[in-house]
Protein backbone atom coordinates (compact mmCIF):
# COMPACT_ATOMS: atom_id res chain seq x y z
CA UNK A 1 0.00 0.00 0.00
CA UNK A 2 2.59 2.58 0.49
CA UNK A 3 3.72 2.30 -3.23
CA UNK A 4 0.27 3.29 -4.10
CA UNK A 5 0.87 6.19 -1.93
CA UNK A 6 4.34 7.30 -3.51
CA UNK A 7 3.34 7.17 -6.58
CA UNK A 8 0.07 9.39 -5.81
CA UNK A 9 2.28 11.89 -4.13
CA UNK A 10 4.90 12.27 -7.31
CA UNK A 11 1.70 12.66 -9.13
CA UNK A 12 0.51 15.55 -7.21
CA UNK A 13 4.32 17.24 -7.19
CA UNK A 14 4.38 17.12 -10.91
CA UNK A 15 1.06 18.67 -10.55
CA UNK A 16 2.61 21.17 -8.53
CA UNK A 17 5.12 22.15 -10.99
CA UNK A 18 2.94 22.31 -14.09
CA UNK A 19 0.82 24.29 -11.74
CA UNK A 20 3.85 26.91 -11.25
CA UNK A 21 5.43 26.53 -14.58
CA UNK A 22 1.66 27.78 -15.60
CA UNK A 23 1.73 30.27 -13.25
CA UNK A 24 5.38 31.98 -13.89
CA UNK A 25 4.99 31.71 -17.94
CA UNK A 26 1.70 32.70 -18.31
CA UNK A 27 0.53 34.33 -21.23
CA UNK A 28 -2.51 36.16 -19.63
CA UNK A 29 -3.70 36.76 -16.23
CA UNK A 30 -6.74 34.92 -16.52
CA UNK A 31 -4.02 31.46 -16.91
CA UNK A 32 -2.47 32.54 -14.08
CA UNK A 33 -5.40 32.52 -12.21
CA UNK A 34 -6.28 29.04 -13.54
CA UNK A 35 -3.23 27.72 -12.39
CA UNK A 36 -3.23 29.49 -8.79
CA UNK A 37 -6.65 27.73 -8.82
CA UNK A 38 -5.48 24.59 -9.81
CA UNK A 39 -2.39 24.72 -7.37
CA UNK A 40 -4.79 24.88 -4.28
CA UNK A 41 -6.82 21.75 -5.45
CA UNK A 42 -3.35 20.38 -5.48
CA UNK A 43 -2.84 21.41 -2.13
CA UNK A 44 -6.13 20.06 -0.95
CA UNK A 45 -5.13 16.62 -2.46
CA UNK A 46 -1.95 16.65 -0.87
CA UNK A 47 -3.77 17.44 2.50
CA UNK A 48 -6.26 14.65 1.79
CA UNK A 49 -2.98 11.99 1.58
CA UNK A 50 -1.81 12.80 4.34
CA UNK A 51 -4.59 12.78 6.37
CA UNK A 52 -5.18 9.03 4.46
CA UNK A 53 -1.35 7.77 5.75
CA UNK A 54 -1.13 9.74 9.35
CA UNK A 55 -4.37 8.98 10.37
CA UNK A 56 -4.97 12.41 11.68
CA UNK A 57 -8.01 14.26 11.61
CA UNK A 58 -6.01 17.76 11.32
CA UNK A 59 -5.20 17.60 7.80
CA UNK A 60 -8.92 17.21 6.91
CA UNK A 61 -9.59 20.12 8.79
CA UNK A 62 -6.24 21.94 6.79
CA UNK A 63 -7.91 20.75 3.45
CA UNK A 64 -11.33 22.34 4.08
CA UNK A 65 -10.24 25.64 5.19
CA UNK A 66 -7.71 25.64 2.11
CA UNK A 67 -10.39 24.88 0.10
CA UNK A 68 -13.01 27.41 1.22
CA UNK A 69 -10.23 30.08 0.99
CA UNK A 70 -8.77 28.75 -2.24
CA UNK A 71 -12.29 29.68 -3.83
CA UNK A 72 -12.75 32.90 -2.23
CA UNK A 73 -9.85 34.07 -3.19
CA UNK A 74 -10.26 32.65 -6.97
CA UNK A 75 -13.64 34.70 -7.23
CA UNK A 76 -11.85 38.06 -5.86
CA UNK A 77 -9.15 37.55 -8.21
CA UNK A 78 -11.85 37.15 -11.24
CA UNK A 79 -13.68 40.02 -10.20
CA UNK A 80 -10.87 41.69 -9.81
CA UNK A 81 -9.49 41.28 -13.72
CA UNK A 82 -13.25 41.87 -14.95
CA UNK A 83 -12.69 45.36 -13.45
CA UNK A 84 -15.92 44.98 -11.07
CA UNK A 85 -16.12 45.66 -7.13
CA UNK A 86 -16.20 42.92 -4.47
CA UNK A 87 -20.03 44.29 -3.35
CA UNK A 88 -21.45 43.13 -7.35
Known amino acids: MA ?7 GVL ?3 CFLC ?3 IARGPTA ?3 TVGIDILGIVIV ?3 GVLAVITGKDFFINV ?3 WALLSF ?3 IALAKYLEGR ?4
Open 45 to 47: GFC
Open 20 to 22: IYR
Open 72 to 74: IGT
Open 63 to 65: ALT
Open 13 to 15: FLC
Open 85 to 88: SFDE
Open 30 to 32: PDR
Open 3 to 9: LEFEILI
